[in-house]
């Protein structure tokens, strides 16, 4: 009989399949029709404002290009480390301010027209999720996700909420947990502390459903 967690890697395996197309489907159709690209700024909201409740939530079981990332990219990625550099908050924030501030710049050029902020919307998806593809392809899967601005942003708003445990007698450091991560997190070295306090843990649950010492887990709700 499958456990919760391995039912609930399966539900989330269902919904990022149900959901990858709508990457194919902006950066083929917002071109022509630059309304699709309206489906940009929706993901975006939802990964902000999911972020205050839950961290990078949104990012690991509900974001069309995560999804994306996570069923296709390991197929060509070498599924090496990401770059420290990469997970440095400054640069980060560098990242966050760059892009942000061209996309406004772009909007600003039309600003009364809809049709030119969705070509704007497609053009950031389409440039962004290029280089996503080639970060997959040099490192890992998620190499984008690691510096994604809206991923940032959750990880600022909510990424300390409810953290992962880690039951440090159980744990074989048998680092299981780390391949199966889909962003590539050090988990082991969280072990004395018997949390992973890191951030831009993508709450998949994957780690948990391949531990074999089941020594993970998520923190019981308060009654």
């Not at 959901?19 to 083929?28: C, D, K, S």
């Not at 917002?30 to 940009?40: A, D, E, N, S």
């Not at 048998?174 to 072990?191: D, N």
Request: hydrophobic residues 50%.
């Amino acid at each position: 009989m499958p456990s919760v967690n391995d039912t609930r890697t399966r539900t989330r395996a269902v919904i990022q399949w149900s959901i990858l197309p709508l990457v194919f489907i902006t950066i083929g159709l917002g071109w022509k029709w630059p309304l699709v690209g309206f489906v940009v700024p929706v993901v975006m909201m939802m990964g902000v404002v999911g972020g205050v409740f839950s961290g990078r939530y949104v990012c690991g079981n509900l974001c069309p290009r995560g999804a994306f990332f996570d069923r296709l990219m390991p197929y060509v990625s070498r599924q090496a480390q990401i770059p420290r550099f990469m997970r440095n908050m400054a640069l980060r924030w560098a990242l966050f301010g760059a892009l942000m501030g061209f996309m406004v710049w772009r909007i600003s050029l039309d600003g009364a027209n809809i049709y030119h902020w969705g070509s704007v919307f497609w053009l950031m998806c389409t440039i962004t999720t290029g280089v996503g593809v080639v970060l997959a392809v040099l490192f890992h899967q998620r190499g984008w996700c690691s510096i994604c601005p809206i991923g940032t942003a959750a990880n600022a708003l909510g990424g300390g909420k409810g953290q992962l445990e880690i039951n440090s007698a159980a744990c074989r450091e048998c680092r299981v947990c780390e391949k199966a991560c889909p962003i590539a997190i050090p988990i082991v070295v969280h072990k004395p502390s018997g949390v992973l306090a890191d951030r831009d843990c993508v709450r998949c649950d994957e780690c948990i459903a391949r531990c074999p010492a089941r020594a993970l887990a998520w923190p019981r709700s308060p009654l």
